[in-house]
C-alpha cells in the first residue's frame, strides 16, 4: 500500500459505526461483557509467552513490512535534531524501527520487545540494510513493558554513560537485564528522559487491565515535553469484526487462537487511558481507509487510531 493512502480518509467513521449497530450479525461485538464469565485471564507472565511463541512459531520474518508510512504521521521523527533519543515499544521484528532509523540519522533508537527473538530479527534486519550508522544507532534490549519499569539507563544519558562507560550494552541479552549501580532517574544531574516513545500496534496487544500502568511507564521514561506516537486497532476495524464470538475475552477485546490478543480501542478509551496517565493530548483520530484485497477482490474497511500525545513541559 502506499504511503500516501494512509492520509485519505476514505469512510466516516460514523457511517461504519451506524452501519455496524443495525447489522443483527455483528450484535456480539456489542454486548456488554461480564468480566467473571472470562476464562482468558492469565497470570501477566502468560501474556507475553504468547507473544514470544508466537515469534518463535513465524522466526522467517513473514511479518515484516516496512511501515514507510510512518514518518508521514509523525513528521517530528524527520525534523528532531541532533542528539534525539527515541525509543519503540514492542518492536517486534522492526518494522517500525527501520523507518525511523532511515528517517533521521541524528536519531538514536532504543527498541525493546519480550520476545529476544523478535529482537534478533530486528537486527537481523538493521544488519542487512547495510548502513553502518545504524548499527551504532540502535539498541535493541528485552523488556516486558506490561511488568517492571523501564531500567534506569534509559532516563539520562549522562548516567548512563557514568555508569556504563562509553559503550551501550550491545548484546541483546545483557541489555534487557536490570543493570545495578545506574543513579537513580531523580539525581540532581538528570532531567531525565527520552525525546519520543512510539508505541506502534502494542497497546492492544496487552490486557486493557494492564494499559494504565504501562502507559505510566511509558510517560515516566519521557523528557518533559517529549512526545509519545500512538498508532493502534480501531474500534470496527475489519479484523475486529472477523472475530468469532467464541474469540471475545472483553468489551472490544479478543484472543487469536494462539493467545495473542488484540484491542479495538475507540477515541474515548485513547483519550481516558492517556490523560489518566498525565498526558495532553495534540492529535487524536481515526484513520478511515478502503484497501482492496487483490486475491479476493474484496474492498475491506480498516480503522486504525492516530494519536500524538505530549508529556507536560516543565
Ligand atoms: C503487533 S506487534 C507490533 C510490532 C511493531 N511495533 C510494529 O510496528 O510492527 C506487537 C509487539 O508487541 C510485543 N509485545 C507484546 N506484549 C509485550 C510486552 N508486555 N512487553 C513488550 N513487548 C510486548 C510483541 O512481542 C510484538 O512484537
Known amino acids: 500500500m502506499e504511503a500516501e493512502e494512509y492520509f485519505s480518509k476514505d469512510f466516516e467513521w460514523e457511517d461504519l459505526k451506524s ?6 450479525s ?17 497470570p501477566p507472565e502468560e501474556e507475553s509467552n504468547a507473544w514470544r ?54 536519531v538514536t533508537l532504543y ?7 523478535a529482537l534478533e530479527y530486528a537486527r537481523e534486519m538493521v544488519d542487512a540494510s547495510n548502513v553502518a550508522s545504524f548499527q551504532h544507532r540502535f539498541h535493541p534490549f528485552v523488556f516486558d513493558f506490561s ?14 554513560k557514568t555508569s556504563l562507560g562509553q559503550s551501550f550494552p550491545s548484546d541483546i541479552k545483557e541489555a534487557g537485564r536490570t543493570l545495578t549501580g545506574v543513579p537513580s532517574k531523580e539525581t540532581s544531574c538528570c532531567l531525565g528522559g527520552l ?32 512526545f509519545l506516537l500512538f498508532r493502534d486497532y480501531g474500534l470496527f476495524d475489519m479484523t475486529m469484526l472477523r472475530f468469532e464470538l467464541d474469540k471475545r475475552v472483553g ?50 474497511r480498516r480503522v486504525w487510531v492516530h494519536g500524538k500525545f505530549q508529556k507536560p513541559p516543565l
Not at 527498541?111 to 527473538?117: G, R, T, W
Not at 492492544?204 to 515535553?225: D, N, Q, R, T, Y
Open 19 to 24: 452501519e455496524i449497530e443495525n447489522d443483527p
Open 26 to 42: 455483528f450484535q456480539y461485538h456489542l454486548l456488554p461483557f461480564d468480566p467473571s464469565s472470562s476464562s482468558a485471564i492469565r
Open 53 to 106: 511463541k508466537f515469534h518463535s512459531r513465524h522466526y522467517t520474518g513473514k511479518f515484516f513490512k516496512e511501515r514507510r508510512y510512518l514518518l508521514k504521521e509523525f513528521p517530528e521523527l524527520v525534523s528532531c535534531g541532533k542528539g534525539s533519543r527515541v525509543l519503540e515499544v514492542g518492536c517486534g521484528n522492526g518494522s517500525t524501527a527501520l523507518p525511523i532509523l532511515r528517517g533521521n540519522e541524528n
Open 111 to 117: 527498541a525493546c520487545d519480550c520476545s529476544s527473538e
Open 147 to 160: 511488568l517492571s519499569s523501564f531500567p534506569d539507563w534509559l532516563f539520562c544519558s549522562p548516567c548512563r
Open 195 to 226: 525525546d519520543f516513545v512510539t508505541l506502534i500496534f502494542t497497546l492492544s496487544a496487552i490486557p486493557l487491565h494492564m494499559m494504565p500502568s504501562a502507559l505510566m511507564k511509558c510517560f515516566s521514561v519521557l523528557k518533559p515535553g517529549g
Open 251 to 300: 468489551f472490544c477485546e479478543y484472543m487469536r487462537s494462539d493467545g495473542t490478543r488484540s484491542y479495538f480501542f475507540s477515541l474515548e478509551t485513547v483519550r481516558d487511558l492517556f490523560v489518566r496517565a498525565g498526558f495532553i493530548e495534540v492529535e487524536l483520530d481515526y484513520c478511515c481507509i478502503k484497501s482492496l484485497n487483490r486475491k479476493k477482490g474484496k474492498s475491506m
